[in-house]
């Protein structure tokens, strides 16, 4: 795949030259992303490289086409994201190495092997705000001429040395490549050896260009300590992940969400379609129906998408981008590590369960990151069968917050147990091994507000852009059964299971229709019963356990089917569908 | 002795990894035999946090009780 530079033609007439495909390659968190972002603007495209589900992300500066590899620490391709960025590295015509300057000797071993490469390179050193900060000393010059390389300082956070940067990558520079080195382990090769070779190097280079200044240790670094103390960290983190559960399930599912859904978009942008479209159509036509019926798709889907899941995704994705940038996220994945240990798993696999609560297709793909086979398995099982999603998730606190303390720990309780019970069986009965956690820990930060924004534009964006049309089909099929009187006939054919099995009303029928298309559907219509009183307490609990256990939504079973295959897919699907409806008519036994 | 046993604070020389995967991770960090390392913070039943050169690390409980170390009986390393 190489794009060649067209030479200028003999015969008179100039060929537009092919923009140089410039790789970025980098340790994680060390601000990539961010120089990546300040050199391409806002335009970038993120895009599943052939083969894997790792992402890349391409923009373009200049005569250069930029590509945005995953962080890794090496090029031996031992997972899917040192696969990928080798890909990418030897694919491309010349590489922008972004490397930590609080970290440069941990970084160089990168940089030594991204130079055996041969290509043209450049080397950014980044944070140099907080190298500053820190009292350390970089000979840059002195390196620069050891490695055979230019190196420019930058902090992208604060803006300073980008524009070095932008004038050095212009159309006549990065011609040459690097000077080659025959020592330090050829990318591509595990061989311990090699490695150890290239270390040692790393090592001694550090040793001539960096000095820490006989630093104490920083206020950051004492506060990341504490956060892993055993006595501090755990209330802290319990503490952290109650505000952020509170701030979406009361203050945006509730608050922000009754002006967004309940003013501006129910009242206001509601009586402005129907009014318009009325016009037109007869409302009660199948055509009105369709176009602006309880379940229109000019109704209840911009509705719905912008007024409700709109404010929640955006609110979730910030709070995770806070929590990954500020470099909270590695830390609680240490303090929960012994209790995921239970389940097969290891702390890695909190980063997976917290996103199933923005949106649990996505969390699917982000099992990734996980070391082995059985632990994707376990956390999807947990994703699909127990963890509730967006829209779904904020309207389960919203109604959870009207029951009564007592059914509220029954419901909470039946899905911990649950959770906890299905982890512990899958941990002893599945074959395979679980890897354990290993994770170099990114100093604590402050988050620079412009990257947590355009890290929660660009997944609300995303989220947005696959959910769409879900609830497009969702409306139609509702909306043509509602027409047809579907619904009620289907209404009467699961009364043996809702009113006789489950003791709820009839209409919750339509209720679990839906969560089968879309879950956040079947959650939104389960908040329009509540506030219409047609359930008792006990009545909510059974219909709050037996929507949040319930079946994975079709976009979840299409990644299932890709990641774990047709028979796991259909084991789980089946699954859940049992575990919702017997533990339902279990607590509806009991307390309805 | 085995990490997983070590004492909060304390200065060590890694010994020996495991063979397998961690050992070559390890090593490109610099986590090699000889490498001097600080225990940072012990998690009851939990992961050991290890401070190597400037870079803090979190290692799963089963994974210190494979990692071999030795105390450091001399004086304090230049505190980087």
Not at chain 1, 145 to 161: C, D, Q
Not at chain 1, 266 to 284: A, Q, V
Not at chain 1, 488 to 499: K, N
Request: proline share 5%.
């Amino acid at each position: 795949m190489n794009i060649s530079v067209k030479e200028k033609a003999g015969v008179g007439h100039e060929c537009k030259a092919a923009p140089r495909k410039l790789a970025l390659a980098g340790n994680p968190n060390v601000g990539k992303s961010v120089v990546f972002q300040a050199l391409t603007g806002m335009y970038a495209e993120v895009s599943n490289y052939p083969g894997t589900t790792v992402d890349v992300t391409t923009g373009s500066f200049g005569p250069f086409t930029l590509i945005d590899t995953p962080g890794v620490f090496s090029l031996s391709g031992f997972n899917d994201e040192e696969q990928v960025t080798l890909s990418a590295v030897t694919d491309c015509d010349c590489i922008l190495n972004v490397v930590d300057g609080t970290h440069l000797e941990r970084d160089l071993f990168l940089t030594l092997q991204l130079l055996s490469l041969g290509k043209p390179m450049l080397v950014a050193v980044n944070l140099m705000d907080q190298v500053e900060k820190n009292r350390i000393r970089l000979d840059l010059s002195g390196l620069s001429a050891a490695l055979g390389v230019e190196i420019f300082p930058v902090s992208a956070k604060k803006g300073t040395g980008i524009k070095a940067l932008r004038s050095a990558l212009s159309a006549d520079s990065l011609r040459t490549p690097a000077r080659g080195r025959s020592r330090g382990e050829a990318p591509g090769i595990s061989d311990d050896g090699a490695s150890a070779r290239t270390r040692l190097e790393a090592d001694r280079l550090a040793e001539r260009f960096v000095r820490y200044s006989g630093q104490k240790t920083v206020f950051s670094q004492k506060l990341g300590r504490a956060v892993l103390n055993p006595v501090l960290g755990v209330p802290l983190m319990a503490g952290l992940l109650c505000l952020i559960f509170l701030f979406i399930g009361k203050f945006l599912s509730q608050t922000v969400v009754d002006f967004t859904e309940g003013y501006l978009m129910s009242e206001c942008y509601y009586n402005f379609i129907f009014g318009l479209i009325s016009r037109i159509l007869d409302p009660d036509s199948f055509a009105g129906v369709l176009l602006i019926g309880e379940y229109g798709v000019l109704t209840m889907v911009p509705i719905y998408l912008l007024g409700l899941l709109l404010p929640l995704i955006v609110g979730f994705y910030l709070c995770l981008a806070l929590l990954e940038d500020s470099g909270l996220l590695p830390r609680i994945a240490v303090l929960c590590d012994r209790l995921f240990t239970r389940f097969g798993l290891n702390g890695k696999a909190v980063i997976p369960m917290l996103l199933g609560f923005g949106c649990v297709t996505m969390a699917l793909i982000t099992t990734r990151i996980l070391g082995t086979k059985r632990e994707r398995l376990i956390a999807t099982v947990l994703l699909c069968i127990a963890v509730p999603c967006s829209a779904q998730f904020a309207i389960i606190m919203a109604v959870a917050s009207i029951l009564p303390p007592f059914y509220f720990f029954i419901y909470g309780g039946s899905i911990l147990m649950l959770f906890f019970l299905l982890g512990s069986l899958l941990a002893r009965f599945l074959p395979g091994s679980s890897s354990d956690l290993f994770l170099v820990l990114p100093p604590l930060r402050l988050p620079g507000a412009k990257n947590v924004l355009r890290k929660t534009a660009m997944k609300s964006k995303h989220f947005l852009r696959d959910a769409g049309p879900m609830f497009l089909a969702g409306s139609l099929l509702i909306s043509t059964l509602t027409y047809t009187g579907g619904f009620a006939a289907i209404h009467q054919a699961l009364i043996p299971l809702t009113e006789g099995f489950l003791k709820l009303p009839g209409e919750t029928a339509a209720l679990f229709l839906m969560s089968i298309i879309k879950r956040d559907l079947g959650a939104a219509c389960l908040y329009s019963m509540v506030s219409q009183d047609l359930l008792s307490f006990p009545q909510m609990t059974v219909a709050l356990t037996v929507i949040t256990l319930f079946v994975p939504c079709f976009a979840s079973v299409a990644i299932l089917f890709k990641e774990q295959g047709p028979l796991a897919a259909a084991a789980i699907w089946l699954g859940s569908f049992a575990a919702a409806f017997l533990l339902g008519g279990l607590l509806a036994a009991w307390l309805v | 002795m085995r990490l997983s046993d070590a004492a909060k604070g304390s200065f060590l020389f890694v010994v020996a990894l495991p063979p397998g995967e961690i050992k070559s991770q390890g090593i490109r960090l610099g986590l090699l035999p000889g490498a001097p390392i600080r225990c940072l913070s012990v998690l009851p039943g939990g992961p050991v946090v290890l401070l190597l050169g400037n870079q803090e690390i979190a290692v799963g409980r089963k994974l210190a009780s494979r990692i071999q170390v030795r105390r450091w009986g001399g004086e304090r390393s230049k505190d980087r």
